[in-house]
């Protein structure tokens, strides 16, 4: 990057700084049993592997179809972060052209330049034109056609803050005040035609998960309808097709175009799942256990959750995560100072202990530990990396509260302490991390040893 451009990327990413807005995320109504709800939701995209295979085996079907552990992914390295430019501009790298590659993301409002850097990282790449504006909900960014090469790390490969990532179209569309169909069908045709796809199974009209955002959804509502008709006429939906297109709404005024792999996105308009609280659990915090366990866990949720397992819960006050265990059937020893609430203080399937979650250490292996304890991430990868290298858990997911800049840093730094810690066992554990649509300054991992499927 050339001196002059440095001087003016520094000068946006100072007047980006001071339009920082974090809003709080929706909360999703409803009052149900929580698991009841899982098994209704679709999988979701689950986030970074970094030692082997991060999905594990996700049906129930009786063949062996846990793939090859693939070999570990050797550590990122930092692409120096430009700083995300507040508008679509061209950089150094010269003018935008059709055989750019342009990637659109969705997150966590306020984690825009930590989801860029990720992007950047994966793609080893600095973008010729970004969008990553603190509290937009979501990130652009245009890459030379060189980073096609590396596209799959990003759109196949799990995300941490992508709640969804998908191949855009490079230009915006403008949309009209009267016809804003008819645009967008012209640039979805274009755009299906450049990148020689023959159809495509669902449109999904979008907008950021913020509060302006969500404006826009009588509108996104209306528009889906009638831009997959017009594209049905036109012959390019099918239901068998292998792709989505997401018409992404940023204003009234203007469209972006993406298109998703269906078996290897979020299956949740704007990546959010809609998992509903339950009545009788004793903390709100219950739905980011659920979530947790339904993207990282999927399908083998049954496999892996079965009666009679037993697990600890580490910072486990007021309950909510002891309660999603014990609703599995699993006998749990709940660690925390604080007090238990509801039906779990009298639970035969609850042994509460009020000890330091640092220093307990189980008296004989236990099936799954979950930690929730508010502390620095380093200090809770460490525990997690004991807890697994000593085979006291076959399984653990655990909470890293995030501190407010270089997050991604911070990911990668912990994710690097539970596989250093981990040693020669680092090959077969998978470890997977993501900030889950109910988590806020924070990302939620799993790490542990899955066991294969049966066979038949
Ligand atoms: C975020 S809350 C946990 C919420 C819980 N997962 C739920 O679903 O209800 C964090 C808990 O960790 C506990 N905690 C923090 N440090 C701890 C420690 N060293 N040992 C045990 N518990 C600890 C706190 O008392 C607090 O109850």
Known sequence: MSKQAKQQAKQQAQDAKKKTVVRKAP????????RAAVAKTKNGKSATAKLARPRVAKTKIAVDVVKAPRPRRPPIKMVPAVAPLPTMVAASAGPITAADISVLAYCRAGFEPDLLTEIMAHLAATPKASWALPGSGFVRATFAPAALKRLHMVL?????????????????????SVD????????????????????????????????????????????????????????????????RLHVFLTSKGEAWLGLTDIEHSSSWPLGIPRLRMPADAPSRSTLKLAEAIHIFIGDDDERLFQPDMRAVDLGAAPGGWTWQLV????????????????????????????????????????????CDMVESPSRIAKLVGLWLSEGWARHVIFNLKLPMKKRFEEVERCSAIID?????????????????????????????????????
């Open 27 to 34: 909360k999703p109504g409803g009052r149900a049993k929580a």
């Open 156 to 176: 196949h490969e799990p995300m941490v803050f992508a709640r969804q990532i998908m191949r855009a179209q490079s230009t915006v569309v403008v949309l009209g």
């Open 180 to 243: 804003r169909v008819t645009p967008i069908v012209n640039a979805a045709k274009e755009f299906l035609t450049q990148l020689s796809i023959p159809n495509i199974a669902v449109v999904w009209v979008e907008y950021p998960d913020t509060n302006d955002g969500k404006s826009l959804s009588k509108l996104s509502m209306a528009l889906q309808m009638r831009i997959t008709q017009q594209l049905d006429e036109l012959g390019l939906v099918n239901a068998q097709a292998k792709r």
């Open 420 to 456: 250093e810690m981990l040693g020669d066992k680092a090959e077969r554990a998978v470890l997977q991390l993501k900030q889950l649509y109910h988590d806020r300054e924070e990302v939620t991992g799993y790490c542990g040893f899955p066991p294969r499927a049966r066979q038949a």
């Open 327 to 370: 609703h599995r059937g699993l006998y749990v020893t709940a660690i925390d100072n604080g007090n238990l609430r509801g039906e779990l203080v009298d639970n035969a399937m609850v042994r509460h202990l009020r000890e330091d979650g640092f220093k307990y250490r189980p008296n004989k292996p236990v099936d799954w530990m979950v």
